[in-house]
């Protein structure tokens, strides 16, 4: 399962908030001594033609929620288009030993909405 906290951002609101840096969160079940045998990588990207946010990186085991956790770069003005809708998120996990140990399906795609909450742009 895939989760982001926050699951919108609103970097063209009239007053712009401090760039905000959503985490993606993954939960991959069951988790035990074989956890540290899977590699989890997030894609990420704006949903319009540019390339200013986009990223491929490996997430990280954060032990004390048990999850697959990463902070993505800060959401702001100056790094998405005002057509950006959505920031596509889609996480890949492999064993790297036996790909048939894993319990849950082998990759997610998800999203953050992108909220334009300035009437006057």
């Keep these: 399962m ?12 009239c007053t712009p908030p401090a760039p905000e840096r ?7 079940a069951p988790v035990g001594p074989g956890t540290v045998d899977l590699v989890v990588r997030l894609e990420y990207a704006a949903d319009t033609d540019s390339d200013r946010y986009r990223g491929a990186v490996p997430m990280r ?6 999850v697959f956790a990463y902070r993505l770069p800060a959401v702001s003005r100056a790094n998405l ?10 996480v890949h996990v492999e064993h790297r030993v036996d790909p048939r140990e894993l319990a849950a399906p082998a990759s997610f795609t998800g999203f953050i909405r992108v909220v ?3 009437p006057d742009r």
């Excluded at 959503?22 to 991959?28: H, K, L, M, R, Y």
């Excluded at 085991?61 to 048990?66: G, I, K, L, S, T």
């Design 22 to 28: 959503p985490e993606v969160i993954v939960e991959v």
């Design 61 to 66: 085991f954060d032990a004390a929620r048990n």
């Design 116 to 118: 334009e909450s300035c």
């Design 81 to 90: 288009s005002p057509r950006t809708a959505n920031i596509i998120l889609t």
């Design 2 to 13: 895939m989760r982001t906290e926050p699951e919108v951002v609103r970097p063209f609101a």
